[in-house]
């Protein structure tokens, strides 16, 4: 016997990137959302007296060593679970090996919830996560599925509020993103932003003293000298304003607990709501896929409003991916769209790339993306391929209802 999983993918509805940690990871923000699209992975486990590993998989790129996620995660699970187990496992590849969708890192997590049913025995919830985060970043994620706040280097997770089941076309370019030379380059933009603006403060008039009339409560009558920053206003850590937007989705207000109606839940702001509030109100069953495209619509932009920076929610790797593969940007436009040909709610690069992502009101829209997207492949000139995927995204209940593919 054996358990088979379905190991699903995720997308990063915007990322926030902060500044290198003593333990040299870069702090981030992100709000994860995964997606129908998936491998499958399948584990045997026999107990036995001493540990044996195998993997197999049906793509030739896939490590079938101890350099594999999932092989390191089942290794280390039995270790800590002190237990010895002749354990099989196999990965059939459905998903780009790389690309910004967390494949490996899901595949990680898809064995690790195999291998405790044919054990018949877990990890304890807190050390599931911990064993998980020092496998991989995206890891801890997979332990939860729907929307999930990513903090810290990206492993520390909070499940939020499911958005509404949404139409998603994923493009997954030909093309190699490094993330360590991602973020390099972000390092070496701020780097010179900060030296410019040193060197702005250097050329500034020196601080000067306020007269009485300028000092308000702070000077009393006396003369005080002011640090006066003519160069720029305060700096703002986008880490904590992004994930306190993120959390503002969650967060009730006096107009929004006004006259609840039946499809807001307590506790919420009335953003994400009851999953079929037509049929409470008793509309005709034809009407009720319309009514949830506008609730996911509603419920997106609400998102995409919560943003930071004057481009509202965006992925920061954008500004240092897209000018070393513009072939990205173009792919991100396409897959936007225009008022004439049903535009996405929201599109971006997810995680460091290659795979970018649009979100759209309808299937009608998503299919259109997918149409634009690859006809602008086929009549390319520029040799890069790019795989174009039509999916939804994948609440937290159905992930868990679909996880075992038996």
Avoid at 163 to 182: I, N
Avoid at 191 to 207: I, K, L, M, N, V
Avoid at 238 to 244: D, G, N, V
Avoid at 367 to 372: E, N, P, T
Wanted: glycine residues 10%.
């Amino acid at each position: 016997m054996s358990t088979r999983v379905r190991s699903y993918s995720k997308i990063n509805l915007g990322l926030a990137i902060g500044p290198t940690r003593p333990d040299g990871f870069h702090g981030l923000t992100t709000l994860y959302q995964t997606l129908d699209l998936h491998d499958l992975v399948t584990v045997s486990a026999k107990r036995s007296a001493a540990t044996r590993i195998s993997l197999t998989t049906n793509h030739p790129f896939v490590p079938r060593d101890g350099r594999n996620t999932a092989w390191r995660m089942v290794e280390r699970c039995l270790a800590r679970l002190g237990v010895t187990a002749v354990v099989e496992i196999h990965i059939e590849k459905r998903l780009p090996v790389q690309g910004g969708m967390g494949a490996g890192s899901a595949n990680a997590a898809a064995a690790l919830v195999a291998l405790e049913r044919e054990l018949g025995e877990a990890l304890p919830g807190v050390e599931r996560l911990k064993l998980s985060a020092e496998i991989g970043s995206d890891v801890p994620l997979f332990l939860l599925g729907g929307a999930v706040l990513g903090l810290g280097r990206g492993e520390q997770v909070v499940p939020m509020p499911d958005l509404p089941k949404t139409w998603c076309v994923v493009a997954v370019p030909s093309v190699g993103v490094s993330t360590p030379a991602a973020f390099k380059d972000w390092d070496q933009r701020r780097a010179a932003e900060a030296a410019a603006t040193t060197s702005r403060a250097d050329d500034a008039e020196p601080p000067k003293t306020a007269d009485a009339s300028e000092e308000g409560e702070l000077g009393e009558g006396h003369g005080v000298t002011l640090a006066v920053d003519l160069t720029s206003g305060p700096q703002v850590d986008k880490l904590h304003e992004l994930s306190l937007a993120y959390s503002s989705l969650s967060a009730p207000t006096g107009l929004s607990l006004k006259g609840k109606t039946e499809d807001s839940r307590s506790g919420t702001s009335g953003i994400v709501r009851d999953p079929n509030p037509e049929k409470k109100r008793g509309l005709p069953v034809e009407n009720q896929a319309d009514a949830m495209n506008d609730l996911a619509e509603n419920t997106l932009f609400a998102l995409v409003r919560t943003g930071i920076g004057s481009d509202g929610l965006q992925n920061d790797f954008e500004e240092v991916v897209f000018p070393q593969y513009p072939s990205l940007r173009i792919t991100k436009r396409q897959l936007m769209g225009s008022d004439l040909d049903g535009s996405a709610i929201y599109a971006a690069l997810s995680g460091s790339g290659s795979a970018l992502f649009g979100l759209y009101r309808s299937e009608r829209d998503a299919k259109a993306a997918q149409q634009r997207v690859q006809s602008s492949v086929d009549s390319s000139d520029e040799g890069i391929a790019v795989q174009v995927f039509l999916t939804e995204t994948l609440p937290r209940s159905e992930y868990w209802d679909r996880m075992f593919a038996e």
